[in-house]
């Protein structure tokens, strides 16, 4: 009577085994696929904002300079045309920023497919898609 007992108990420590090398893979994958989108968006982040600190510095040298060179001729032109262009940047690049704030890819993407697949194929009566 002990066999059959140890026997289910061999095949319950098998599946479990196998259970958890499935879940460490998944989360290896996971931490993988993390680590690589925030090395990513990072250095993103970091050349956005150094490149919208000096181009913004330099517009508004830029725009200074020119206020200053017309100052004798036309004070108000310059003023109110720099005003309107910075205006007219500034909505425009919040617009096309809400716009890319919805990415394309999936994050964590291949994590879901796998664990999508593995769904599957535990699934009664369904063969795995490979």
Do not use: K, N
Request: glycine share 6%; aromatic share 8%; net charge positive.
């Amino acid at each position: 009577m002990s066999a059959p007992r140890r026997g289910w108990a061999e095949r319950l420590a098998a599946i479990a085994e196998h259970a958890l090398a499935l879940a460490q893979t998944r989360l290896e994958l996971l931490s993988l696929e993390l680590r690589e989108a925030g090395v990513r968006y990072g250095a993103a982040l970091a050349l956005a904002a150094a490149a919208l600190f000096f181009l913004g510095f330099g517009v508004v040298l830029l725009a200074l300079f020119l206020t200053v060179l017309l100052w004798d001729s036309h004070r108000l032109l310059p003023l109110a045309v720099f005003t309107t262009l910075f205006l007219v940047t500034g909505v425009f690049c919040a617009l096309l920023a809400r716009a890319r704030a919805r990415p394309d890819e999936r994050l964590l993407g291949a994590t879901l497919d796998e664990l999508a697949r593995d769904r599957e194929a535990l699934t009664p009566g369904r063969r795995p898609s490979t």
